[in-house]
């Protein structure tokens, strides 16, 4: 992603049943703050990826944390257990948990904007179909230890910002996909200044103060000091054996 730098790797460990691999990237945006991806694959062809942030005190809050990378063809279906539709930290009262399908798209808003989030997720399966509608590729998306919450649409968030209309959208012939620990809401109500949003994928928002509904929110020094330095939180999500991996790399927001 633009706002993160590679800085380097490493091998924590390489043993027949067992390799991991460690990826650290700097962010110019916020100096001091770093990140970092561990892949962990194992004998039986799973791949664990763990995705830590290193914050700093008193730096801006993050949109999002977690993992983004795209398909080399275009996902035809979306699987996931999780909670129905769009839902955000802010926007999920509605929702409905169960198994939920869709075709990755882009909502026909007036001005393209950010879209297609799923919150609380604990599975999701990306599948991808030739002419005929059989499957040529999946990879799954598991919890490790929490939910999470993910998207996949056909088109990249910057490329979402710059259209002014969905017919400015480019055919990309691929799908991109976010995974994340954490994201913040939509937004839309007033929040008084001395209290700081701390909006997280999953069950986490269930940790916050509960101001305006389903809005989680932490105030003061507590709250900044979770949203940057204690918000090295780990997430990490596992692709099954025998399923399809694509590259990925670490975003923290737009």
């Known amino acids: 992603d633009v706002f993160v730098t590679y800085s380097g790797m490493k091998v924590l460990e390489a043993g027949p049943d067992c390799v991991k691999v460690q990826f650290q990237f700097g962010i110019p945006t916020v100096p001091g703050a770093s990140a970092e991806l561990v892949y962990t694959v ?25 993992v983004k990378f795209e398909t080399f063809g275009p996902v035809t279906r ?17 929702s409905v948990f169960g198994c939920h399908e869709e075709t990755p798209h882009v909502e026909p808003h007036l001005v393209p904007q950010d879209c297609g989030m799923h919150m609380q997720t604990r599975q999701a399966m990306l599948e991808q179909r030739d002419a005929c509608g059989h499957t040529t590729a999946a990879l799954t998306l598991q919890q490790v230890d929490a939910p999470f919450a993910f998207s996949a649409l056909p088109n990249t968030a910057q490329e979402i910002e710059a259209a002014q209309h969905i ?37 986490q928002v269930e940790e916050g103060r509960r101001v305006g509904g389903a809005r989680g929110q932490v105030s003061g020094e507590e709250g900044r000091e979770a949203a940057t330095a204690g918000c090295a939180r780990r997430r990490a999500w596992e692709s099954r054996p025998g399923s399809r991996r694509w590259g990925t790399s670490p975003c923290h927001g737009r």
């Open 78 to 94: 979306t699987v996931w257990t999780g909670l129905s539709g769009e839902t955000y930290p802010d926007r999920y009262k509605g």
């Open 167 to 203: 017919t400015e959208l480019p055919a990309t012939g691929r799908t991109s996909v976010m995974v994340l620990g954490a994201v913040r809401g939509v937004g839309g109500e007033v929040v008084s200044q001395d209290r700081t949003q701390l909006l997280l994928a999953g069950d």
């Open 42 to 66: 194992e004998a039986q062809g799973a791949l664990r990826v763990d995705a830590v942030y290193h914050g700093v005190a008193g730096a801006p809050e993050l949109p999002c944390f977690g």
